[in-house]
């Protein structure tokens, strides 16, 4: 599974429908938000986004202007998606294309509705996608294009059950070890081994939030042989252990 796909799994709509607002002069959304632009144009942070294109905003950012927006705020559930929301700006602006904002003007005018909803899911996606595909960033979102780390990461991501070593990481990159220890931290700013271990614990802390797989199973889902050693990893990663995540994780996700 690609990288973005996994990350996106814990984005969903809050379930409290879309929203029509109409936006004189200013207004404020809070959390992780997607505003598309039906009629009109807005300003967040310098851009300036037009009927028909999407807006991004997280955290409490204010968005300027006169427009009619459809807008939906998502909850962030698990420690994998967070990774997503983490390396995301505070606004991004999408354009859109000609036809989008009579679409945009079209969605839940029924009322709120699981339709509704997933109308908004797909146009994060698409919105987020396309800022994923254009952007080279800091941290692993620029190194994923690289040569030699980006074969790395997806490596990492598929199958973090795999016992990796920076050997056999490299041999994935087709480079010498120092190579790719040098080239990772420098991208994406820790050593590839420990940004394997914080990578396997987010899918650890996901895998215990959603499912009822003992801490020995999980800790074999993510490359651990026992759960000893798994618990300590997890514990010094999360602050807390593996059971105490049964209740924790699930509550934040």
Do not use: N
């Amino acid at each position: 599974m690609e990288p973005f796909d996994e990350l996106l799994r814990g984005m969903r709509a809050d379930g409290a429908g879309v929203r029509r607002t109409e936006v004189a002069g200013s207004a404020v959304f809070g959390g992780l938000t997607l505003c598309a632009v039906a009629s009109g144009e807005v300003e967040v942070l310098g851009e300036v986004a037009r009927a028909g294109d999407v807006v991004v905003v997280q955290g409490s950012v204010a968005v300027r202007g006169r427009a009619t927006v459809v807008s939906g705020t998502y909850d962030v559930m698990g420690a994998v998606a967070r990774k997503l929301s983490d390396i995301l700006p505070k606004a991004l602006v999408v354009g859109g294309e000609s036809g989008c904002a009579e679409f945009y003007s079209s969605i839940g005018t029924g009322g709120p509705g699981v339709v509704a909803d997933r109308l908004l899911d797909w146009l994060m996606v698409c919105s987020l996608k396309e800022w994923f595909d254009r952007e080279h960033g800091d941290g692993w979102l620029g190194a994923r294009a690289d040569a030699v780390v980006g074969p790395v990461l997806r490596a990492m991501h598929a199958h973090p059950e795999r016992p990796w070593t920076l050997a056999l990481l490299a041999r994935e990159a087709g480079v010498a070890r120092t190579t790719l220890a040098s080239r990772f931290a420098r991208l994406v700013g820790v050593p590839p081994l420990t940004y394997l271990t914080e990578w396997r614990m987010a899918v650890a802390a996901d895998l215990l939030a959603e499912s009822s797989a003992t801490v020995a199973s999980v800790a074999r889902k993510v490359g651990y042989a026992d759960a000893f050693g798994f618990s300590a990893a997890f514990k010094r990663v999360h602050g807390f252990s593996p059971s105490a995540c049964r209740s924790r994780c699930a509550e934040s996700a």
